[in-house]
T-cell receptor, first 115, second 107 residues
Framework: GEEVAQTPKHLVRGEGQKAKLYCAPI?????VFWYQQVLKNEFKFLISFQNENVFDETGMPKERFSAKCLPNSPCSLEIQATKLEDSAVYFCASSRTTASNYGYTFGSGTRLTVV | GQNIDQPTEMTATEGAIVQINCTYQ??????LFWYQQHAGEAPTFLSYNVLDGLEEKGRFSSFLSRSKGYSYLLLKELQMKDSASYLCAVFADKLIFGTGTRLQVFP
C-alpha cells in the first residue's frame, strides 16, 4: 500500500506487562524506522532496519526493548515488562533509501499507555 | 552530540505571515527537513533543503544557511488549518528531530 500502517492505534498495559506494536511499511520501501514521542516532545530515534537486518540500533534501550522485521510479516517492536515511562506514541516510518530527499513516510502511530 | 532548537510555541493571526526558526548542531549534515504534525496524526513532509538558500512551495518556504546551522520555515497567508506542530529535522545518518514548534492560528 501507499501508507505506513501501524497497529494497534491505542494500547493500554499494566506495569510489568508486555507490549507489542506492529508496522507494515510501504511496499518497495527497504528501510523501516521506529521513533518514540513522549508527550509532545521530540521524536527519539530507536532503531532502523534495512529489509530484515538491523541497520542502526543506537537508540534502543538495552533492556526490555526488541524489534524485528521478518520477510512477509509486519515489523514489530516489543517492550517486555513495561514501565510507566514507556508511555508514549511510537511512530514507525519507512523510506526507499536512507538518503531520500522526501524524508521518511510516517505511520499514524501507536499510543501506548502504561498504567 | 546532536542539538536542534526551535521555539516551543508561537501564535499568529489568520492571514498573517509567521517564521519558525531552527538552529542545529549535529555531527553530520545531509539535508534539513520540515514536517507538519496535527495533533494525534502522523508527521507529513513539508520541505527539504540541502543547499543554502530559499525553497518556495506555495504558501510555505524554507531557508537554509549551513555555515550558520540555521533554517527557518515561512508560512504565508495563514489559515486556521495551519494550527499544528512544525518539526525541524536534520538528516545526518538518520533523521534527528527538534522538539517541534506548536503554532496556534487565531481568527
Amino acid at each position: 500500500g501507499e501508507e505506513v500502517a501501524q497497529t494497534p492505534k491505542h494500547l493500554v498495559r499494566g506495569e510489568g506487562q508486555k507490549a507489542k506494536l506492529y508496522c507494515a511499511p510501504i511496499k518497495g520501501h527497504s528501510y523501516v524506522f521506529w521513533y518514540q514521542q513522549v508527550l509532545k516532545n521530540e521524536f527519539k530515534f530507536l532503531i532502523s532496519f534495512q529489509n530484515e537486518n538491523v541497520f542502526d540500533e543506537t537508540g534502543m534501550p538495552k533492556e526490555r526493548f526488541s524489534a524485528k522485521c521478518l520477510p512477509n510479516s509486519p515489523c514489530s517492536l516489543e517492550i517486555q515488562a513495561t514501565k510507566l515511562e514507556d508511555s508514549a506514541v511510537y511512530f514507525c516510518a519507512s523510506s526507499r533509501t536512507t538518503a531520500s530527499n522526501y524524508g521518511y513516510t510516517f505511520g499514524s502511530g501507536t499510543r501506548l499507555t502504561v498504567v | 552530540g546532536q542539538n536542534i532548537d526551535q521555539p516551543t510555541e508561537m501564535t499568529a493571526t489568520e492571514g498573517a505571515i509567521v517564521q519558525i526558526n531552527c538552529t542545529y548542531q549535529t555531527s553530520g549534515f545531509n539535508g534539513l527537513f520540515w514536517y507538519q504534525q496535527h495533533a494525534g496524526e502522523a508527521p507529513t513532509f513539508l520541505s527539504y533543503n540541502v543547499l543554502d538558500g530559499l525553497e518556495e512551495k506555495g504558501r510555505f518556504s524554507s531557508f537554509l544557511s549551513r555555515s550558520k546551522g540555521y533554517s527557518y520555515l515561512l508560512l504565508k497567508e495563514l489559515q486556521m488549518k495551519d494550527s499544528a506542530s512544525y518539526l525541524c529535522a536534520v538528516f545526518a545518518d538518520k533523521l534527528i528531530f527538534g522538539t517541534g514548534t506548536r503554532l496556534q492560528v487565531f481568527p
